[in-house]
């Protein structure tokens, strides 16, 4: 009997390969999650042997550099928003006493 092109065979390739567009699909959060778990564990381990001051300079400033960004980042961000949401109760405001006003005109006799 000849197999159907339209339906996939369930062979360990094709499961293989199903496996594999999961994990490519979502590949930027999954290592981002290994990334996170990787320096906790570095850190654990680098807090039991005591190191020097440099050293925790060293490892220190690369963090200190992407908070820094990230509140540089977050302010704008934050004042944008706010002002946008202004702008657009301003919007639904004046849309409204509009309406508003037009319906009293309509009314007049």
């Known amino acids: 009997m ?7 065979s369930n062979s360990p390739k094709n499961c293989g390969r199903k496996v594999l567009d999961f994990f490519l699909d979502d590949l930027l959060l999954y290592l ?16 039991s042997y005591d190191p020097e001051p440099y050293t925790i300079y060293v490892l220190k400033f690369p963090g200190e550099i992407m908070l820094r960004m990230l509140k540089m980042l977050i302010l704008p961000l934050i004042t944008c928003s706010l002002i946008t949401e202004k ?13 508003e006003s037009d319906k009293r005109k309509i009314n007049l006799p």
């Not at 981002?32 to 807090?47: D, E, K, M, Q």
């Open 87 to 99: 702008l657009v109760l301003l919007k639904d405001g004046v849309k409204r006493e509009k309406e």
């Open 32 to 47: 981002t999650i290994l990334a996170v778990l990787l320096g906790a564990a570095v850190g654990f381990l680098l807090r």
């Open 2 to 8: 000849p197999r159907d092109p339209k339906k996939p």
